[in-house]
């Protein structure tokens, strides 16, 4: 499901920021090179992880400009 060795930047804009267990989701409103508006869904850590590394359920908001890093 995942390759490790393959990493890929995306930056485009939030579109929701589920700070749920087990996982944390954001949504992301991604725009291919021809224009068109694709939802990608992110899985991330779960909430008491991604606390110990300083985020918050406030830290993205609907709208916000993020740089993700993806594999």
Request: glycine letters at 8%; charged letters at 25%.
């Amino acid at each position: 499901m995942f390759d490790r060795d393959r990493e890929t930047n995306v930056t485009d804009v939030v579109k929701a920021f589920q700070w749920t267990n087990p996982h944390s989701w954001i949504q992301l409103l991604v725009t291919d090179k021809l224009g068109a508006v694709q939802e990608w869904s992110l899985e991330g850590g779960s909430p008491s992880i991604l606390v110990r590394n300083g985020w918050r359920r406030t830290c993205l908001q609907p709208g916000d400009r993020v740089t993700v890093v993806i594999y």
